[in-house]
């Protein structure tokens, strides 16, 4: 399968923004998804996960409030709305797939893809 994550750009702090990842290839209707995000200069970071029906999600503390992530399983996407956003969010965000192990743990997710960057300016 492959993901292609857009809808990123450039914003202002407190704006908001919509994320999407589209999958090819194949349904990713029967797999856990998540967000995740690199800052520059630094690691990969969980941001969200869903699973494949969309019934449970989590986020990472430093969203929790503030991102929203969803799915429609008959368009084969993942969606990640950001409200309020801040200078630390700006970071190339990535949807993945899932496969195993901690769901926070970057190297627990495969086929990456293109991300899109987002930069919130202050």
């Known amino acids: 399968v492959q993901l292609q994550a857009s809808g990123g750009g450039l914003v202002e702090t407190g704006d908001s923004l919509r994320i999407s990842c589209s999958a090819s290839?194949?349904?990713?209707?029967?797999?856990?998804m998540g967000w995740l995000r690199q800052a520059p200069g630094k690691g990969r970071e969980y941001v969200a996960f869903?699973?494949?029906?969309?019934?449970?999600?989590d986020y990472a503390d430093p969203v929790k409030g503030r991102f929203t992530i969803s799915r429609d399983n008959a368009k084969n996407t993942v969606h990640l709305e950001m409200n309020n956003l801040a200078p630390e969010d700006t970071a190339v965000y990535y949807c993945?797939?899932?496969?195993?192990?901690?769901?926070?743990?970057?190297?627990?997710?495969?086929?990456w893809g293109q991300g899109t960057q987002v930069t919130v300016s202050s």
């Open positions: 993945a797939r899932y496969r195993a192990g901690s769901r926070t743990d970057p190297q627990s997710y495969d086929n």
């Open positions: 290839g194949r349904p990713i209707s029967a797999n856990d």
């Open positions: 869903i699973t494949w029906n969309g019934a449970s999600t």
